[in-house]
């Protein structure tokens, strides 16, 4: 694959050492303040990446032939806005993770199932994407305070993040993995988390590093590539599915959890077309929750054409 094509290819812009220093920006100088500095940054970085202006206008444009979101056509500012909105919740991430996020500014939605299993030591898979703020998912924690969630994450940077979060808040439980490819190592130390009634999260917006294993499936409207890991995860963890997100809403931010599966499996015959069953529920549930939080979308880079 391309990587000039692939989310991979694009580098990781935020690096630990820089997401460092925007948290501690903000603490020195405040919210309005922050934003302030973070206007010029975000206009100097929209004015120099010509890719991701081009991939925040493909899927606004796609978003709002798909739903109306915008009610108008989206033009160039529309890109910046999406990008200061990307900028601004990164802000909101680094709270959350510190523990210093307003939590009565998070309502919660779908998560009595999963937190009456979890205290019975039942573990889940979460699948989620790359919109809004996923860092509230510690407002679980509010509710189920022994809670541990395992983020799988394709980054060579997995090490100096935790290392960050530790320093960030020491209590905080969530902890990162890295991973290239679900395998058979893969999946017996995942059982090990659920079998512990841990929580074990995994993007479903973002194919393999390598590009292996994914199907297509119609989101906002058109073909897109999507991993298979999810499914292929839950069908052999045997444990129950979940759509989890955190997108704006009212006041904060509305976190939501929706059931995709109770016990996944996989038939030997046709597991490719089941695969893509899940793959598109799970695609035409992001399209709805884009459609109430259309800047919430933080893939920059060519979603549709990933090659």
């Not at 081009?54 to 978003?63: F, G, P």
């Not at 960050?164 to 439980?173: E, F, G, I, M």
């Not at 046709?270 to 598109?280: D, I, L």
Request: charged share 20%; glycine share 8%; with cysteine.
């Amino acid at each position: 694959m391309k990587r000039s094509h692939h989310w991979a290819g694009i580098g990781e812009n935020t690096f630990v050492a820089g997401i460092s220093l925007l948290y501690w920006v903000h603490r020195l100088l405040g919210r309005r303040l922050f934003r302030a500095c973070l206007l010029p940054i975000v206009a100097c970085y929209w004015l120099a990446c010509a890719p991701a202006r081009a991939a925040s206008l493909q899927y606004l444009q796609r978003l709002q032939a798909y739903s109306g979101a915008l009610g108008r056509s989206p033009g160039r500012l529309d890109t910046f806005r999406h990008l200061l909105r990307f900028a601004d919740t990164m802000l909101d991430k680094l709270l959350a993770t510190a523990g210093h996020y307003p939590m009565d500014k998070v309502a919660i939605d779908g998560a009595d199932e999963i937190i009456a299993g979890l205290r019975q030591r039942r573990g889940v898979l979460i699948v989620t994407a790359h919109i809004g703020c996923l860092e509230l998912c510690r407002a679980l924690a509010d509710h189920s305070p022994d809670v541990t969630v395992n983020v799988l994450v394709h980054t060579r940077h997995a090490r100096r993040f935790n290392d960050l979060l530790d320093r960030l808040n020491p209590q905080q439980s969530v902890r990162l993995i890295e991973v290239t490819d679900v395998n058979a190592a893969t999946a017996v130390l995942l059982q090990e988390k659920i079998a512990a009634g841990e929580v074990v999260a995994i993007a479903g917006d973002r194919v393999p590093v390598r590009g292996e294993r994914t199907v297509s499936a119609p989101f906002l409207g058109v073909d897109a590539p999507f991993p298979c890991g999810p499914y292929l995860l839950a069908h052999l963890l045997r444990c129950p599915l979940y759509l989890m997100a955190c997108v704006r809403g009212g006041p904060g931010y509305r976190l939501s959890f929706l059931p995709l599966a109770e016990a996944l499996r996989l038939p030997r015959s046709g597991r490719e077309t089941e695969m893509a069953r899940h793959a598109a529920r799970y695609a035409d549930e992001l399209g709805r929750l884009l459609a109430a939080s259309p800047y919430d979308w933080f893939n920059f880079f060519p979603f549709w054409d990933q090659k």
